[in-house]
């Protein structure tokens, strides 16, 4: 019994070798906490939703290095093998190009990176998972996003389903991929929030992916949200009280794309009739509580409702205070997500908060550097700066502000300093020197 090693399917060690042994890696994001290096994802939501369209901004996303607002993007540009199972080349060509204006009336193509690889099935062929073992072997890519699961799936058997999953699990771990997959609802999620059980296959999908997003619709026919729906490492951020929202954008007819518009509850996405007489009872059983201080029982007398429909909504209305709570000034909005523009800090960089406010604290507009009044700049790991205290400090105080904010602002905010220099030396920045020179610097 004290070696239980075997030869086949499993390697059996003492829990602490394993712990000496294996290597924790740097996790980085590729779509924000939704998507995270090693991990098998899944994007799920109705046909038509924008889907693909999303998968091909994330894929270019990351191909660039330029995040999708408010998504942060940790990795540095990758290549990535994009799977398309969904569209053929013309059709593919014709969503990502333009007709010029005037006389000129050639197709103005979008530029994609040269890191961008899209792969399609040959004519009449299938589509094993042993050919998109071949492909990443050749290519040597570590990132994968596959449209869509449907294809993979023969027969739309569950089981198949499972045995699909299990396999990218397995190319996962033997090659160190981060995969994401988009699938599709069973059922319409337009008048009520979406769930996991409402993906095709979805007890088998959620048991064997490491992590979940939907996309939905609200708020106008261009309107869009995302939700997180599961989650190994990450916390879950964007849950139903507070989910980011998008229009799709094809200002650019050359690539139509998410644009974010904010954030809000899932439940002030909903359109239809029934959707807005909830929200109005909703606004009233506010109004009856707060204001009234109506018991549940006068609340659903007053409304002729029942009372398990006013005790339900309340628990709604405490989810969405609570969020509000969270997101203001220095919210789950604004700084959990790298180089946010929502919280105050970015505010006063930007410039944004009072004017006046800004002119008494002797900032003209914007402050170019790292100031105790608008915070310091946001440096990843590759940024330069002239003096590295400088990207230590802005760095350790923003992994500070983002746990107190996911602490439920437990204990007081972290309070930012800047590095103090020495003027004699000739240490640090001209911009820093005035600010010192103010006596805005603590």
Known sequence: MDDLRTEAYFDSRPANEWMSEARIGRTDTLFGELWMTGELCVMFGEPGIGKSLLAVQIADSITKGKPIAPFGLSAKSKKVLYVDLEKTAEQFKRRY????DGEN???????????????????????????LERMVEKGGTKIVIIDNLQHLVTGGQPRQAGRVMRELRRLRNAY???????????????????????????????????????????GSPSGRYIKHIKTKLAPMIFGATTVPRFE??????????????????????????????ELDTISEIRR???????SVREIAATLE????????????????TDAARTSEHFGLDACVVDRCDFCQVCWGRRGAIDPDMIREKG?????????????????????????????????????????WVLSDKIGPRPVYVPPVFDEDEGIGNEIIRACLTKGKIL
């Open 176 to 218: 160190g991929l981060s995969i994401l997959v988009v699938t599709q609802t069973s059922r319409s999620t337009s008048r009520r929030g979406i769930a996991a059980a409402d993906m095709v296959w979805s007890q088998t999908v959620t048991a064997l992916a490491d992590n979940i997003f939907a996309v939905g619709k609200g």
């Open 305 to 320: 409702i029942p009372k398990s429909t006013v005790h339900r909504y309340l628990q709604i209305i405490r989810a969405m």
């Open 105 to 131: 009336t050639r197709r103005k193509r979008y530029k994609f990176s040269k890191h961008f690889h899209r792969a399609v099935p040959a004519e009449g062929s299938e589509v094993p998972l042993s050919q």
């Open 363 to 403: 900032h003209e507009g914007v402050c170019e550097d790292d100031c105790a009044d608008c915070g310091p700049l946001v440096y990843d790991d590759g940024d330069t700066h002239e003096d590295p205290e400088i990207r230590r400090a802005s760095k350790e105080f923003h992994e500070k502000l983002r746990d």
């Open 97 to 100: 190009s333009a007709r010029g």
């Open 288 to 294: 009856l509580h707060e204001v009234k201080e109506y």
């Open 248 to 277: 799709i954008d094809d200002s650019r007819a050359n690539f139509p794309s998410f644009i974010h518009s904010g954030f809000g509850a899932e439940i002030e996405m909903h359109q239809d009739e029934d959707d807005r007489w």
